[in-house]
């Protein structure tokens, strides 16, 4: 996955070289001069730069937000100031993109978020709430494994499935597959109330190692 954004990136960068070649003065009517690219290319351009900014770095993220300032942008003397603009702000974005400091970063939120989220499963394992807490757990496994899968290009499905996939294309070996499949048994077991099927010891080892897991993958 992010090979391919790494491609689209550089794509980009081709068209709006491309696009700059476009630039044309011309006096305005007032007689001031007045700076202009293709306004349909450019539209084009802006659509299919800030789709992979959403995607590559986050709709919440300063490169996101910054692109959608520098889009609104008026200028009486042209388009090209808010065209440059633009550029600029995906230029930084595609820097940061591939020195890695923007997936660092979206690792960093993502541990934050499921810590939490962990936190509260064990919190409501230490209330008594034992199958609450595996499906809180649950969820967060199948959540890192539906962004694993899309960061190896394999398609996401059921935590089996992804755990078969996963496993099949190197991203772990067999005893941590063995260890989803049975962390993924007892979340199913919690989420159509078999309660029977697991103790409360089961759900504690279960927080445990998606933790550990989730340390492994998000570091």
């Known amino acids: 996955m ?3 954004l790494k491609r689209r990136f550089a794509e980009l960068v081709a068209q ?10 011309r006096t305005g009517f ?3 001069a007045e700076e202009n690219v293709d306004q349909e290319v450019l539209l084009a351009w802006r659509v299919k730069a800030r789709n992979l900014l959403r995607i590559a770095c986050g709709p919440e993220s300063e490169h996101y937000k910054a692109f959608a300032d520098a889009e609104e942008y008026v200028s009486w003397s042209g388009n090209y100031a808010s ?7 995906f230029s930084a974005a595609k820097e940061d993109f591939d020195g890695g400091y923007v997936s660092s970063l979206r690792s960093l939120i993502q541990a934050e978020v499921f810590d939490n989220e962990l936190e509260q499963a064990k919190e409501l394992l230490d209330s008594g709430y034992h199958q609450a807490a595996a499906i809180i757990a649950g969820v967060v496994l199948e959540t890192n494994l539906r962004q694993l899968c899309a960061e190896c290009g394999i398609g996401s499905g059921k935590m089996d499935r992804m755990n078969a996939d996963l496993a099949k294309a190197g991203k772990y ?5 063995k260890r989803i499949t049975s962390i993924t048994a007892i979340r199913n077991a919690a989420a159509h109330g078999h309660v029977g099927e697991f103790s409360r010891a089961d759900v504690a ?14 570091s």
């Open 2 to 4: 992010t090979e391919v």
């Open 16 to 25: 709006a070289d491309s696009l700059n070649s476009t630039h044309r003065v």
């Open 30 to 32: 007032q007689g001031g």
């Open 83 to 89: 065209f440059k603009r633009c550029l600029a702000v």
């Open 173 to 177: 070996n067999s005893i941590t597959q």
């Open 205 to 218: 080892s279960m927080i445990d190692d998606v933790a550990r897991l989730l340390e492994s993958w998000l």
